[in-house]
């Protein structure tokens, strides 16, 4: 008897799962379903609760996933479908009475049609085999983030996922063109449209993109692609604020038009902890700044990107105060710049389920914003000194404490009231790019529109009656049947 196979016996003889198992195989087939035993050997991602449910199973199709939602819905089982598990707020978090719809298996992309630039792919496509599939005939995802080896197309559709080129290219919700999804009660809703323009009756598409897998199981869709840059040069500079970032961003945007793709800006303790840990000197420009600036301008080649990023700056390095910069001479040093920026695990080693939060402020308030938010948080907090970084070009802001988590309630209300409370009147959002997922729930139900939460619980309710798929994801309250 295999591990696996022993291991559902043991549990046939404690828990009622092992019926289930049986049953869920003999309709999806043994090979596509992983009982408990199986799970404990694999990662379950950025969450280890994510891998709490009683079974996993990988169909391969979206027939397969209607017929799984299907008896899902007869025997009353919930569903929570996971992509790469690289979400941050625990969306893809599984309990025990759960079973895991993992995407895993439907990985083709089915075509790639460089005549009108856009990728049919299915949901577990990962962003990485996408981007290089695509730039093998010249062309481009459009959306970028340091995840991209493990997030799915499917799960970045069902965060609505930004990543650092979202200021020129949008967030996912813009790169969709098409979707495929599989309702809560097995029947697949199909809008491949190949086309940006439709405006036959209402976009129900847009009512899945963001949804975190609570409205039913993105399956397949179909992604608008841009054309692949041919080289890019890549700077860190030192800067003094956020507004002088932004004032840089609208430089390099008049001079070297539709060639700026990414600003990316982290303060002082966020680049102490990252740079030292990766080895650069913090004491030496352009380290030893206030915030340090990632940018990145495309050219027909390294030399040509790299002299215009360069002549770009210098029009503009000492009226502006930049107090040192780094440009990459190579694609190798590129990469070792960005990673001050992208490793960002380096903080979560340091303070495990660190708290973290991910806001957008409209960019001319990020500075006044920031100074107002991390005063109150050392009120509330005296040893409070968090990581920030963040998106600059979009507003996107992500504060990380540099303490442990999960907070206890009161001090998580005192926190959440200190980072959200004036970002709905500023025009910001409270989350830009992470989504809701559990640990966004509480600060939803308080402080965002109260007649947009009772909308989301009508379509909630209409679309997934019994409340099978994702429960207890990004609404709070219960589905009543
Ligand atoms: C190092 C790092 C950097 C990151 N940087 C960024 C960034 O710059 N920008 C950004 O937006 N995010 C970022 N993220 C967060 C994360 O990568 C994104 O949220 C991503 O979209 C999640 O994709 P996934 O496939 O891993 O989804 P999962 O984590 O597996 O799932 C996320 C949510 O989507 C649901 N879901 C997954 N697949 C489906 C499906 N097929 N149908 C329906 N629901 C589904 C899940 O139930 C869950 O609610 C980062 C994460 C890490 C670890």
Redesign the pocket.
Known sequence: MSDAAMSDAIMSATSPQTDRIDRLRARLGASAILGRADLEWRDA??DARNFDAFALARPNSTAAVARLLAWCAEEGVVV?????????VG??VSSPDALICD?GAMADIEEIDTETGIAVVQ?GVTLAALQQAANAVGLDPGID???RG???I???V??N????MAFRAGVMRHRVLGLEVVLPDGRVFSDMTRVIKTSAGYDLKHLFIGA??TLG??TRVVVKLESLVSARATALLGIGDARTGLAIVRHLQARLPGRLRAAEIMWRSFVATTAATLGFDIGQPPFDAPCVLGIEVSGDDFDAASAALEDGLAEIYDDLGITGCIVATSLQQAERLWSVRER??ILYRLHPRAPSFDVSVPGGAIDAYLSRTLAELRLVDPNSEPYVFGHLADGNVHIVLNIPGPLDDAMRRDVERAIYRDLAAMGGSLSA???I?LSKRAALERYADPVKQQLSAAIKSLLDPIGIC?PG?ILVKKVIS
């Open positions: 991602g950025w929570v479908p996971q992509g790469g598990r690289t979400g941050l969306g893809a995407l949901a983030l340091a995840a493990s997030a799915t499917g799960g970045m069902s965060t996922a930004g990543g650092i975190e897998g199981i993105v960002t695990e790019e992470h989504g997922g994702n994801k």
